[in-house]
């Protein structure tokens, strides 16, 4: 029910926008948040926002990502500059169904982000 998309390749120090867009039902006053998984490595929290809107991002992300929200839109995004080829990875975005993680969140398809020259 999640639709991830703006994933892509990009030159070292570019910038990309990731969307996550969701029906109301599971959006509206939920924490969500951005995990991705670079190549044979484990996934990884990214970006977490809570529906009031506090942010929590990754220390190796912290300054160069934006995790935020358009609760009109139901979309959450996650604004990416100055990327390394570390930041290079499927990127997942997910609701709480709950207040805490559990099996029954939602998660979105994925979408490759590649940083190369």
């Known amino acids: 029910q999640l639709q991830a998309s703006g994933g892509g390749k990009v030159q070292p120090g570019g910038s990309l926008r990731l969307s996550c867009a969701a029906p109301r039902s599971i959006f509206s006053g939920k924490t969500m948040g951005w995990y991705r998984q670079p190549p044979g490595k484990q996934r990884e929290l990214v970006a977490r926002i809570t529906g009031d809107g506090s942010t929590l991002l990754r220390d190796s992300v912290e300054g160069r990502f934006t995790v935020s929200r358009d609760n009109a839109k139901n979309t959450m995004y996650l604004q990416m500059n100055n990327l390394s080829p570390e930041d290079t990875a499927v990127y997942f975005c997910?609701?709480?169904?709950?207040?805490?993680?559990?099996?029954?969140?939602?998660w979105g398809q994925g979408t490759l982000v590649t940083v190369s020259s």
């Open positions: 997910y609701i709480l169904r709950g207040a805490f993680p559990s099996n029954g969140d939602y």
